[in-house]
């Protein structure tokens, strides 16, 4: 059985730093992209960042670049979300994603596999 669980959500002050990691479990992820969504309350799941299946190739929603980082570790079947400089409006749950494509999408529909998501609160 596939599982992405997230960890590394909190609450933390605006400006300060928070670090997920997504641990994929039952099949390795090491040749497919990952993603990360968000979803605030009231709205939709929106597209945060993804990466290819090799690292080489990252996407970043407009409202985070600079900000966040996405990496992986292949050899651990892990992915990870450097969120900084954070602002009250990243306030969400964090979703983890899987593709069963190398390459990174915006659209939810390009992933396979999803995690139950993590609190992140920021407040100001």
């Known amino acids: 059985q596939v599982q992405l669980v997230e960890s590394g959500g909190g609450l933390v002050q605006a400006g300060g730093s928070l670090r997920l990691s997504c641990a994929a479990s039952?099949?390795?992820?090491?040749?497919?992209?990952m993603g990360w969504f968000r979803q605030a309350p009231g709205k939709d799941r929106e597209f945060v960042a993804a990466i290819s299946w090799s690292g080489g190739s990252t996407d970043y929603a407009d409202s985070v670049k600079g900000r966040f980082t996405i990496s992986r570790d292949n050899a651990k079947n892990t992915v990870y979300l450097q969120m900084n400089s954070l602002k009250p409006e990243d306030t969400a749950v964090y979703y983890c994603?899987?593709?069963?494509?190398?390459?990174?999408?915006?659209?939810?529909?390009?992933?396979?596999?999803w995690g139950q998501g993590t609190q992140v609160t920021v407040s100001s």
């Open positions: 039952g099949r390795t992820f090491r040749s497919n992209a």
């Open positions: 994603a899987a593709s069963l494509r190398p390459t990174p999408g915006r659209q939810s529909n390009w992933y396979a596999y």
